[in-house]
């Protein structure tokens, strides 16, 4: 495992900023590092906590298969991740992915997770926003709570001063101080 770590390394060191630019290579913020998706007939993804020490060959390989991660995020000191399957996976601790507790989705694709006030926010590409105290029926039934349905899709979404900031499509950006009206809050935040 340590050789292969260390030519995956040399592969993210070999490759030019384009390449990482133009998808080839995927970036995931996490935690305090990111998660590096490696491209090629070579499906996995390693964990570093910044570029140098992962060039130095000093990370942590996180997922070995075909799918291809789509959102993580952290939740209640683990995380969360959804993969291009549908798969959405509650782990809380370590980073080994694609394994711990499978969720419920309702058949959507998730496009990114926001935690907020003790639960986790998904964002699905259908547009629905939902909130959920556990991590389980996303989307789905109580004691999840629908947060939008509008027809702008949200393109960015962060937890800021016990609130939500949530920017739209049609260029709009809102805070919404209880995360409940995350289309009509205010812009002088």
């Known amino acids: 495992m340590k050789k292969l ?3 995956l390394a040399f592969l993210l060191y070999t490759m030019s900023i384009n390449d990482i630019h133009s998808q080839q290579i995927e970036v995931l913020n996490y935690k305090d590092g990111a998660i590096f998706g490696i491209p090629f007939n070579y499906s996995g993804y390693l964990y570093c906590d910044d570029i140098n020490s992962c060039l130095k060959g000093n990370n942590e390989f996180v997922y070995n298969n075909n799918q291809k991660i ?3 995020s952290e939740f209640n000191g683990g995380h969360i991740t959804s993969f291009s399957d549908g798969g959405i996976y509650i782990k809380d601790h370590d980073l080994e992915l694609g394994s711990g507790i499978k969720v419920r989705t ?3 694709s998730v496009k990114f997770f926001t935690p ?3 639960g986790i926010v998904t964002v699905f590409e259908q547009g629905g926003v939902y909130w959920s105290p556990n991590g389980y029926n996303l ?3 109580k004691p999840t ?3 939008y349905s509008g027809s702008q899709k949200v393109t960015a979404m962060i937890n800021y001063k016990g609130g939500l ?6 260029g709009g ?3 919404s101080f209880d995360g409940k009206n995350i289309a009509g809050g205010r812009w002088d935040v």
């Open 70 to 72: 789509e959102a993580i």
């Open 5 to 7: 770590t260390a030519f």
């Open 139 to 141: 989307g789905g039934p």
């Open 165 to 170: 900031i949530t920017a739209f499509d049609g």
């Open 106 to 108: 309702a058949g959507q």
């Open 116 to 118: 907020f006030k003790n």
């Open 145 to 147: 709570q629908k947060l």
């Open 173 to 175: 950006a809102y805070f």
